[in-house]
Structure formats: C-alpha cells, structure tokens
C-alpha cells in the first residue's frame, strides 16, 4: 500500500510567498527609514520655527524617500509574483495585503498633506497630529511596517529562538510606534504634570487618563504578541524597548525607557516561570494587571526621584490601581486571527 499523498496548503502554495528573512529585513529597513522620517519631522515641528517651514523641508525628505522605499519594495514584491506565473490575486506575499493597502493610502496622504499645506498652511504644534491627512499617513504607515508581523504568522516554528523572533517583534513594535507618536498628546512618558501642583480637576483627570490611554496603546498589541508563538526570553523587552527608545526624540529622558526596558524584563519573566502561552485563566488576567501596575508604578517612581510627586496621594495611587484594572480588563479581549 502506498504512502499516502500529502496535500498542500492552498493559502500558503497559491500566494508569492518565498520572501524569506532577507525580504522581510528590507521591509523592516525601509520601514525603519520611514518612521525615522516621521519621528524627525515631529521634532521639526516642536524645536524648530514653524514660520521657516514649508512642505519640502529636509525632514519631509527623509519621510517622503522613506515611503517610497517602501513602495517600490513592495511594488517589486507583486511584480515578481506576476513573473513568477501567479495571478493578480495571489501576487502578493502572505501577510502584505494591508501592507500594499498601507502603500496606497500612505501615498494618498502625502499628495493630500502637500495640497492640505498649500491651501491651509502648515500646521503649528499639537493640531498637527489631528490633520486628516497625517491621520492618513498614520494609518498607511501602520500597515507597512506590520506586514512582516502578519506574514511570519505562518512560517515560524510553534516555538522559535529569539533571533527568529526579532523580525515579527520590530514589525509590531513599529506599529505600536507610529500610534505613540501619533497620541504624543497623551504618551505619559513624556509628561510631567505629576510633579505640578494643582487644584484643577480637568488637569488632573486629563494626567490620569493619558496613563490609562498609554496602558492601552501599550496593552492591546501584547495579545497578539502572546498569542503569535511561544516567545523566547527577551520578546517583550524588546516590544516595549522599541516605542520608548523612538519616543525618546520627542521626550528625552533615558530614566523613562528604563521603566520600559524593566518592564518588559519583568514581562518576560513571567511569561516564562508562568507558561503563559499555553495558560488562558488566571495567570493571563494576573498579566495584565502586573505589567500596567510596573509601568505606572515606575513612572511616578521615576518622577519622584527627578522632580517630586507634587499630586495628593490619593490620585497618583489611583492612577495606579486604574491601570491595574484597565490590563485586567484588557485580559478578557480576543485578538482577531491575522489576514493570509
């Protein structure tokens, strides 16, 4: 009796998927490119004089050959589908659909920014990020530089080492990045109201809601990582290392990306000691509460010790166990199964 024929994965052998790790590091590259761009052309726009600035400024140069970068590679990727006999439909590598959307809304924000700023200006501080078309440069560029998270869904082992784990980790990372930027407004690194005081409740309430705001941005993007793969020690550092580390343009202060880096550490761990890859009940929910009390403990440790606590105690503390409950409730979302 013969062997049995194996049949083979119709998503995976009707797609252009032979990339490999090379491809997908110029996709990091090019991505890396185009978020240094924009991370540069935000602190264009906060330390420089707006009054000197008009759409083509060196800043928008490294953002704009970014994108195209970007574009291009992406582009090659689809053409060497076609010449490689695969139809239209499939000549896009698994995981790259978003990413060439990613390519198309991007380019449509840029010629819109350039007419936005003909016509309206250029935007002056915090209404920048509320532009509609930097609104559509945040998005398309979310999706470029995640493409290499979702197509590594379905070639890594169950169980892979750090180095191949490097490439999915950066990718998400960068996604995580480009919202960061985007909600600089509240990205409570970067502030240091704490260490004011005041009476007023709306600055108070408004201090309280950018760590909760932070905790989610930070948060929601982990559950896709826990349930990517069994992550080696050091997946979660990096994660968080990556955001504050480009964070770090706008708002300098290296004690800040050590809470993130200590943090993610202290992830790590009990990622490991708890086998949290393969636990959905209680050590998941404690997750999620331990890792925002860190991060919100360590950044008004990290205030205390550089400026004063200047706030009552009960509103810091508050702060704290409120981040505790927005993981815990954060522990009982799903993620949604990536795009083939």
Known sequence: MGHPVTQPNVNITRNNTGIGTKGHLFTMLFGFWLIIGVFV???????????????????HGILYTGYLACAVWLGWLVA????????????VPLGYRSGILGVLIFGAGGIGDMTWHIIFGIEVGI??????TH???FAGGTLIVTSPFRAL?????????????????????????????????????????????????????DGISSLLLTI???????????????????SIALYFLIPFCLMYVL???LSMIAVGLITGLAADALY??????????????????????LLASGYYLVLEIWLGVAWNVEFWTGGIVLSGLTGLAISYFQPVEAER
């Open 80 to 91: 060497r589908g076609r010449k490689l006999g695969l139809s239209w439909m499939n000549t």
């Open 216 to 234: 989610i941005l930070l948060l929601l993007p982990l559950l896709w990582l826990l349930s990517y793969r069994r992550l080696p020690f050091g």
């Open 41 to 59: 052309d935000g602190w264009a726009h906060t330390n420089l004089d707006s009054s000197l600035e008009t759409f083509f400024t060196p800043w």
């Open 127 to 132: 209404e920048a990020l509320y532009s509609p």
């Open 272 to 293: 490991r000691s708890w086998n949290l890859y393969a636990d959905r009940g209680w050590k998941r929910r404690s997750f999620f509460v331990l890792i925002p009390l």
């Open 251 to 253: 708002y300098p202060s």
């Open 135 to 137: 609104l559509l440069l």
């Open 153 to 205: 869904k379905y070639t890594l082992p169950q169980s892979p080492s750090l180095g191949s784990m490097i490439i999915p980790v950066i990718s998400l990372a960068l996604g995580v990045s480009f919202a960061a930027f985007f909600g600089m407004g509240f990205w409570v690194f970067g502030q240091d109201s704490p260490s004011q005081f005041t009476s007023s409740d709306l600055v108070l309430t």
